[in-house]
C-alpha cells in the first residue's frame, strides 16, 4: 500500500479550563522549519523573485477583526519617516481599505504591502512594523496584524452540532490561501530550503504559539513533544527529499 505524500501525525488533548479538543501537528511542531526572509525566500509570485525581498508580503494583509485592526493603528502611530518607507503615503492617502464585502486588508503600493520598506530603504528593508517593534525593544507580533505574525502556521476552529470546538493548529498550506495560493512559484512549508532551523517549531515559534492556544496549552503540548524526537515523526517535505524549485 502506497504513503500518502502529505503524511501528518497529531496529538490530541482536551483543554483543561474549557469544552475545547487541542490537534496539534506534530510533524510540523518537531520539524525545523524557519523563516529564511532574506535568505533565500522566493517570495509568492508566479515567478521566483528573491532579489524584490518580498517574502509573502506581497498582496497586502487581512484582517480578522476590529481588533486586529486597532492593534496596526496603534502601532502605525509609533513608525516615523526613518523606518517606515510609505509613511507620508499613508499620512496622505490612508494605509488600509474596506472592500464591498466589509474585508479590511492593508494597501498595495507599488507591488505590495504598504508597511514593506523596499530594498535600498536606508530605514532597512522588510515590515516598518516589525523594525519599528524591534527598535523599540518590543515584541514585533505584538504591532502586526495577526496573520503577519500567525503564517506560516494557522489556528482554525471547527465546531460540531453538540457545540464543542476542535481547535487545530498547523502549518499553512497553500489551499489557504484560496485559488490563488496554487498559483504561487514558491511556499515555503513546501520545500526543504526552509528546513534549516536550529530547533524544532514548537520551540521556535513558543510566542506565537501561546499567543493563540495560552500558556497551559503550551506547556501540555510542549510536554508530549519532548517525548518524540524529529527522526520518529518526520515532516513530509523532508522525508520525501523534494528537490528545491
Known amino acids: 500500500m502506497s504513503i500518502p505524500e502529505d503524511l501528518h501525525e497529531w496529538v490530541s488533548f482536551e483543554d483543561p479550563e474549557e469544552e475545547r479538543t487541542y490537534m496539534f501537528d506534530v510533524s510540523y511542531m518537531l520539524s525545523n522549519w524557519m523563516c529564511i526572509y532574506g535568505q533565500g525566500c522566493q517570495g509568492i509570485h508566479e515567478e521566483a523573485t528573491p532579489e524584490l525581498m518580498q517574502g509573502c508580503c506581497s498582496f497586502g494583509a487581512h484582517f480578522i477583526d476590529d481588533d486586529d485592526v486597532k492593534t496596526v493603528k496603534k502601532s502605525s502611530k509609533r513608525l516615523t519617516a526613518k523606518n517606515w518607507q510609505f509613511k507620508a503615503r499613508a499620512d496622505e492617502k490612508g494605509w488600509h481599505k ?4 466589509g474585508t479590511v486588508t492593508t494597501k498595495v503600493v507599488d507591488g505590495a504591502c504598504i508597511f514593506l520598506n523596499r530594498p535600498g530603504f536606508e530605514g532597512g528593508v522588510g515590515c516598518a512594523l516589525h523594525i519599528g517593534a524591534t527598535e523599540a525593544g518590543e515584541r514585533p507580533m505584538d504591532w502586526k496584524p495577526d496573520v503577519c505574525w500567525q503564517v506560516p ?10 457545540g464543542h470546538v476542535v481547535t487545530f493548529i ?9 485559488e490563488g495560493g496554487h498559483e504561487f512559484h514558491w511556499w515555503c512549508n513546501d520545500d526543504r530550503l526552509a528546513f534549516v532551523g ?12 501561546t499567543e493563540m492556544v495560552g500558556e497551559k496549552v503550551y506547556a501540555l503540548m510542549a510536554t508530549e513533544l519532548e517525548k518524540r524526537t524529529a527522526t520518529a515523526v518526520g515532516h513530509p517535505v523532508v522525508l520525501t527529499k523534494r528537490p528545491k524549485k
Open 170 to 178: 498547523r502549518e499553512w498550506k497553500r489551499r489557504d490561501w484560496g
Open 98 to 101: 474596506t472592500d464591498k464585502s
Open 198 to 209: 536550529d530547533k524544532p517549531v514548537y520551540k521556535y515559534l513558543k510566542d506565537e504559539i
Open 153 to 162: 502556521m494557522r489556528s482554525q476552529d471547527t465546531t460540531d452540532e453538540d
